[in-house]
């Protein structure tokens, strides 16, 4: 995996995306030659082009990340990445547009993006017929050794057989005279010299999965194979990166005090991420005040009650502020007391329905964001109720307050809509991973990716 602003992104995935833009360089320039030979003017140097062909090419990539064409199910099916690519290039070609009205003569001649855009198409599903066969293979995985034979192994056995999965393990070495739950395993003391199994075997990674590292840590071995230029992990982090959680059943205070992660130079971060929440949310209230406006008047009509409602949520640090957003449930829906919401949940009204999938409930916690009580992206913010519940079942829970809630989230797109402690769960540790590993990019990312689970109604309830 290649680490990209504390983020890992599979070698496939970081090979297909340069094979794609190299394309869509080349689908922009095809079709400026069909274009200037259609209408018989000179072809001109490729020189004078080179910014509108880097436009073309990073708005159609942009969106190609925005809908999930780099997800892993995409990667395993031609049909699913085919249409998620018709998608991306319709978006990418209107956002062309747009930019070709704010600044003419900086992007493609229209007319030139229509030949662009079916030629883009032509060779990305082309590329990826012919690396389909190859993208999960193992010439783009890492080799990995694991030192252990026990339900740590098993868990890293069991990770690696995923089709998605950017590793393979080449071998396994038990450490222990305990009874090996992974069969294929081969006692330490059968290898007369561990490092040079490692060369052997060509082993890129390392792992260390012991069941008990008291006194059990190979130092010599892990010292000597580290010293050759192998990457030796420890398994939380291994699974850190290859998961993009962190693994509740295996991390300690002592790992998430001393593993990489909570830097003190996000501070700069943090004054970028706070500009772009005001230019954000001033930019979003605005332009869709008449859209949350009609759809208030709606709920007005459909159920009685008011059209907006507020809500005591726990923010950062654990303060508590009001929540606004458009009332999706009936006034009555807690007259028991909080409740989780549920699938198809009957106190959802018509009206609610209709704007709980589409997302416009959302949009006037822009507001809040604007407060700075929130941010556009973030862990999702709990009821006061359900936090103190969650605190004390969920180690670590408290820990996800150190950053401050957000509209959407890595939780969010990662995890589908949760409405359970066992949901609550998993939803923590991908909430961890967003706190201990946040950085510009990584908002960049989820703010993109957003766009797929709104386009796909993933998660929504």
Do not use: C
Request: positive net charge; charged residues 20%.
């Amino acid at each position: 995996m290649i680490r990209l602003f504390k983020h890992y992104i599979p070698n496939a995935v970081l090979l297909l995306g340069l094979f794609d833009f190299a394309l869509l360089m080349a689908a922009g320039e095809l079709g400026w030659l069909v274009r200037a030979w259609q209408i018989g003017i000179d072809l001109g140097d490729i020189s004078h082009r080179w910014a509108p062909l880097l436009i073309f090419a990073g708005l159609v990539q942009t969106a190609m990340i925005a809908v999930g064409v780099y997800g892993s199910d995409a990667l395993r099916s031609m049909r699913y990445a085919a249409a998620r690519l018709l998608v991306a290039i319709s978006l990418g070609i209107i956002a062309l547009s747009v930019v070709y009205f704010l600044l003419p003569g900086r992007t493609l001649w229209r007319s030139n993006l229509f030949y662009a855009m079916f030629i883009a198409i032509a060779l990305l599903i082309l590329i990826r017929a012919l690396l389909s066969g190859l993208l999960g293979t193992a010439a783009f995985r890492r080799r990995v050794l694991v030192l252990g034979a026990g339900a740590r192994a098993d868990r890293l056995r069991k990770l690696g057989e995923r089709p998605e999965a950017g590793f393979v393990i080449v071998g396994y070495v038990a450490m222990s005279a305990q009874p090996p739950l992974v069969a294929e395993a081969i006692h330490r003391d059968a290898i007369a010299n561990l490092t040079r199994h490692v060369e052997n075997l060509g082993v890129s990674e390392v792992v260390l999965a012991l069941e008990e590292r008291r006194n059990a840590l190979p130092l010599k071995d892990l010292l000597r194979i580290r010293t050759t230029g192998v990457h030796v992990n420890e398994f939380s982090t291994f699974l850190e990166h290859e998961t993009g959680r962190v693994d509740l059943d295996t991390v300690n205070p002592s790992w998430l005090i001393f593993s990489d992660g909570f830097s003190s130079g996000r501070m700069v971060s943090s004054a970028i991420k706070r500009l772009f929440d005001i230019v954000a949310s001033l930019v979003l209230l605005i332009t869709t005040a008449p859209l949350v406006a009609l759809f208030a008047l709606l709920v007005k009509l459909d159920s009685r009650g008011p059209a907006f409602f507020r809500q005591v949520r726990v923010g950062l640090y654990g303060e508590t502020f009001s929540l606004i957003k458009l009332r999706s449930m009936r006034i009555d829906a807690e007259a028991g007391g909080a409740q989780w919401a549920a699938k198809e949940d009957p106190r959802v009204t018509r009206v609610g329905r209709i704007i709980r999938k589409l997302r416009i409930d959302e949009l006037p916690q822009a507001w809040t964001v604007l407060l700075g009580q929130m941010s556009f992206v973030g862990p999702r913010p709990e009821r006061p109720e359900f936090v103190e519940d969650l605190e004390e079942k969920l180690v670590y829970y408290a820990e996800r307050h150190m950053v401050k809630p957000g509209i959407t989230g890595w939780a969010q797109i990662n995890y589908p809509y949760g409405a359970s402690i066992e949901d609550s769960r998993h939803k923590l540790e991908y909430d961890l991973y967003y706190a201990k590993n946040y950085t510009p990019f990584l908002d960049l990312l989820i703010l993109l990716q957003t766009l797929r689970v709104v386009l796909w109604n993933e998660g929504a309830r």
